[in-house]
């Protein structure tokens, strides 16, 4: 399948990562030009040598909940490339495990400024630079929320982000639709990435049995959903959140 992105530049937080680093490597297949970032610049250089046609692409280091350092790496997109990015996967995330009565101020915080906190910046960021640019806007957004948004023990401050991440979608879709930037969100279950190594091989073989197709998804089952969101085959689709979970939890 060819989505033609024709040079569109793709702008991907979390970069690094399991997911993200799929999303980056299917856009560049589809002929965006991708600007790689993460909290770790090393690991956004590493998606970066898996590209086709590396000088087309870029890296950063970026923290999502550094407004200066967004403010930054817009700036530099737009010095590089002379326009500022017309799609945005907000990938950047972590997942910690603590059970509500231990759940302390700085772990609520640290969660909600990343997996919340950073895609509201991330976007508002992005949609400020597309409509300055004073060019007509055809652009889209993709955020990543979790079917685990419908509450999971000890998981409290990451179900409560990932229910934010779904709200912050549909309230970013309704304002700027009407000035071309769809917003849409997907649901993972749970996927192979280093987010849900700490839980160990036994833990997650149990998961799997509970999940209606028997097993993990892969980062790039998850990636395809997200650069189909991105597209235009997906013209009409605004607001909305896609699970891609294998089942789990429908
Ligand atoms: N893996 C799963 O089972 C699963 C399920 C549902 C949702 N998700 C979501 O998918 C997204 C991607 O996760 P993944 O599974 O690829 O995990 P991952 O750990 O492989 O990738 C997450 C990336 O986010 C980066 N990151 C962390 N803090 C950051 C910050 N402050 N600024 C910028 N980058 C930062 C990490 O360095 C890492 O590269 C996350 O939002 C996660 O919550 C994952």
Known sequence: MSYNFGDRIALVTGGGGGIGRSCCEILAREGARVVVTDVTLKTAKETLTLLPRQD????????????????????????????PPSLLVNCAGILTEIPLLELNEGSWDLMVDINLKGSFLMTQEFARCL???????KAAVVNISSMAARGVPKWVHYSASKGGVTSLTKGCAAELASKGIRVNCVSPGPINTNLVVYQGKQRREEKEKI??????????????????????RSSYVVG???DVSGGHRM
Do not use: C, W
């Open 131 to 137: 409509l300055e640019s004073g060019k007509d806007v």
């Open 240 to 242: 909305a959140s896609i």
């Open 211 to 232: 999940v209606p197709l028997g097993r993990e998804g892969r980062p790039e089952e998850v990636a395809e959903v997200i650069v189909f969101l991105l597209s235009e």
């Open 56 to 83: 087309k692409h870029m890296a950063f280091a970026l923290d999502v909940t550094k407004k200066k350092n967004i403010d930054e790496v817009y700036q530099s997109i737009k010095t590089h490339y002379g326009t």
